[in-house]
T-cell receptor, first 114, second 114 residues
């Protein structure tokens, strides 16, 4: 079965640089969620999109922005990177949000900020 | 403030043992409670989930027990195997028509010794 695809899998950036993370949800899934997981921490919700509209916003820094495109893939844009942004970033997708709550997670993007 | 509290932080059992991981929540609006398994460097994978209208759900070797009045739920792993060694997260979400963020517990690092 198709899973959530994230790219790149690994990313190394310098402080103050920008990064773009991409997420391709499971086919026919209409909702995308982004989570950030620091070392030894639980995943923290950043932002979600339902049918290409932002549906919820969590603890996402103002330096970050995201959107969902017409093909339902999503991109997380991160600017003015800080050392503390080093983490695993997961995308999850679900179908018919509100009917099925199951979120399927991708393999993650490991961001390292030097 | 952690909205979903998970214990223990780490757990070591022998092969064939029955590890039990507990979670408690405060938000009575939570109505969906999944458990995720995560291996190092990988994305969380859904194990089993429950809604508050049932007190127990079993899938294979995994069982969730749910106590709505106490606002507690737990995961039992029957006949545990070394391959079950991973970090386990409980989570909770509310019912939203446009997708609901998952709020995770702190995680339990399970080690199953041969």
């Amino acid at each position: 079965a198709a899973g959530v695809i994230q790219s790149p899998r690994h990313l190394i950036k310098e402080k103050r640089e920008t990064a773009t993370l991409k997420c391709y949800p499971i086919p026919r899934h209409d909702t995308v969620y982004w989570y950030q997981q620091g070392p030894g921490q639980d995943p923290q919700f950043l932002i979600s999109f339902y049918e290409k509209m932002q549906s919820d916003k969590g603890s996402i820094p103002d330096r970050f922005s995201a959107q969902q495109f017409s093909d339902y893939h999503s991109e997380l844009n991160m600017s003015s990177l800080e050392l503390g942004d080093s983490a695993l970033y997961f995308c999850a997708s679900s179908r018919l949000a509100g009917v099925s709550d199951t979120q399927y997670f991708g393999p993650g993007t490991r961001l390292t900020v030097l | 403030q952690q909205q979903v509290k998970q214990s223990p932080q780490s757990l070591i059992v022998q092969k064939g043992g029955i590890p039990i991981i507990n979670c408690a929540y405060e938000n009575t609006a939570f109505d969906y409670f999944p458990w995720y398994q995560q291996f190092p460097g990988k994305g969380p994978a859904l194990l089993i989930a429950i809604r508050p209208d049932v007190s127990e759900k079993k899938e294979g070797r995994f069982t969730i027990s749910f106590n709505k009045s106490a606002k507690q739920f737990s995961l039992h792993i029957m006949d545990s195997q070394p391959g079950d060694s991973a970090t386990y997260f409980c989570a909770a979400s509310t019912k939203e028509t446009s997708g609901s963020r998952l709020t995770f517990g702190e995680g339990t690092q399970l080690t199953v010794n041969p």
